[in-house]
């Protein structure tokens, strides 16, 4: 079975500065991995996905994420951090044979921005 | 493209009163999920559909739960009876090959 574990429920960095989101997965076959961002009272947007291609992941807003099968993670990051990066962060995996991919959520963090 | 649209936005109703959610999918996209997000459980996937067929609903909590998925294009998710724990907001995503879209969710509150 698939799990997403994101450690950490709440970060907060100084704008300007490095953002690290943390995500480890497990997953019993190749994974794709996924990260989607929630604005207040919005939907998930996608920031960025993994699908066995390139480990580095470039995602859109200046956001990018590598993929670290012996450490099973997936974190992500972005080198500057901006007020406007302030929303929930969710890490996601998706597993199965064929196109049965259903993705797992994990339970988001809460990136703060301070001026 | 639209994206997927999901209505009502925002749906306050008595416990004890049916409630149905819609969602329309992208044009063309083979899957479909009904997500329900809660501050306690997070994101949860409550069903999906595959070509309009419900492949998997062993997330559904209870029966009062149902989802029906009449054409390639609807899918409803209904309530009945709705109870004060149902209170959440419901997503629905379509998706192509690896592509998964989101609509802007539906506020529910059972009062």
């Known amino acids: 079975a698939q799990s997403v574990t994101q450690l950490g429920s709440h970060v907060s960095v100084s704008e300007g500065a490095l953002v690290l989101l943390r995500c480890n997965y497990s997953s019993s076959v190749p994974p794709y991995l996924f990260w989607y961002v929630q604005y207040p009272n919005q939907g998930l947007q996608l920031l960025l996905k993994y699908t066995s291609a390139a480990t580095l992941v470039k995602g859109i807003n200046g956001f990018e994420a590598e993929f670290k099968k012996s450490e099973t993670s997936f974190h992500l990051t972005k080198p500057s951090a901006h007020m406007r990066d302030a929303a929930e962060y969710f890490c996601?995996?998706?597993?199965?044979?064929?196109?049965?991919?259903?993705?797992?959520f994990g339970s988001g963090t809460q990136l703060t921005v301070l001026p | 493209d639209a994206g997927v649209i999901q209505s009502p936005r925002h749906e306050v109703t008595e416990m004890g009163q049916e409630v149905t959610l819609r969602c329309k999918p992208i044009?063309?996209?083979?899957?479909l999920f009904w997500y329900r997000q809660t501050m306690m459980r997070g994101l949860e996937l409550l069903i999906y559909?595959?070509?309009?067929?419900?492949?998997?609903d062993s997330g559904m909590p209870e029966d009062r739960f149902s989802a029906k998925m009449p054409n390639a294009s609807f899918s409803t998710l209904k309530i009945q009876p709705s109870e004060p724990r149902d209170s959440a907001v419901y997503f629905c995503a379509s998706r192509l090959d690896r592509g998964y879209t989101f609509g802007s969710g539906t506020r529910l509150t059972v009062v």
């Open positions: 559909f595959n070509n309009n067929v419900p492949i998997d």
């Open positions: 044009s063309g996209h083979d899957y």
């Open positions: 996601a995996v998706s597993e199965g044979s064929g196109s049965a991919r259903q993705l797992t």
